[in-house]
């Protein structure tokens, strides 16, 4: 039986007397791979924090793997990259191999030992992005791209269950960016890690995803991929405020 992984249920949220998120219903099970789409300021930000628990909701609810969010003890279970994770001082004195090794802590705790088959788990975690060979490597000497990589094997080395991904590809070169979805896709399919993926890349991640969600402010669409390749321009663009150009 497929588990919803997240429910919201007329959620809102305002920063003083701005609202960010109006009344957001939607949920998001077990094995999809979700896009989140929507124009710069349209609260997707905001979105991935009340999920994260870093923010809490004006009004609504939110659960998270069939639990309150306020009870959810399992963090590890999500697992995150931001968008800024590669914008750090690039002479940090530190190996992709210990960077991903770092990922361990939300999982064991931060004063405790790390297990003895640590170099295991970091050599399973860079294959599964690609880069088991660069792990005595500096992680300042890789490109945006290899660093995004490095980035998400440490989020994978907590065997996360949900791993959200707020505009991966920032950064990354444009030839290297079906790459690097293809990889997204493998973990999706594989491990069967749950994906939500922030994204502006509409035409290009289309072909990977199982479901979107168009947010501005409130959730627009939310569904299945082909129907989502239905949606008219004129929609699309009342959705995003202004038009949208396709490229291709």
């Not at 170099?119 to 500096?138: D, I, P, S």
């Amino acid at each position: 039986m497929i588990k919803p992984i997240i429910q919201l249920q007329n959620v809102s949220f305002q920063y003083d007397e701005t609202q960010a998120l109006n009344n957001i219903s939607f949920h998001v099970q077990e094995g999809d791979f979700l896009a989140l789409l929507g124009p710069n300021g349209s609260g997707k930000s905001t979105l991935l924090k009340l999920i994260l628990g870093l923010l809490k909701p004006t009004s609504g609810e939110i659960k998270l793997f069939g639990e309150p969010i306020q009870a959810f003890k399992q963090r590890e279970w999500i697992g995150y990259v931001s968008q800024k994770s590669n914008s750090f001082n690039s002479g940090f004195p530190a190996t992709v191999e210990e960077v991903v090794r770092s990922g361990l802590t939300k999982k064991i705790g931060l004063f405790k030992r790390y297990p003895q088959n640590v170099k295991q788990l970091v050599g399973e975690a860079l294959q599964a992005v690609g880069m088991e060979n660069f792990a005595t490597r500096n992680i300042g000497q890789l490109s945006g791209g290899q660093q995004q990589r490095v980035f998400i094997a440490r989020a994978l080395i907590a065997e996360p269950k949900l791993l959200i991904l707020d505009e991966p590809t920032v950064g990354i070169d444009h030839e290297n960016v079906q790459s690097f979805y293809d990889m997204l896709v493998k973990l999706n399919e594989e491990r069967q890690i749950t994906m939500i993926l922030v994204t502006h890349d509409v035409d290009i991640v289309s072909e990977h995803i199982s479901h979107v969600a168009c947010l501005n402010k409130t959730i627009h669409f939310h569904g299945y991929k082909n129907d989502f390749d239905h949606i008219s321009q004129q929609k699309l663009d009342a959705w995003y405020g202004h038009k949208v150009r396709k490229i291709h």
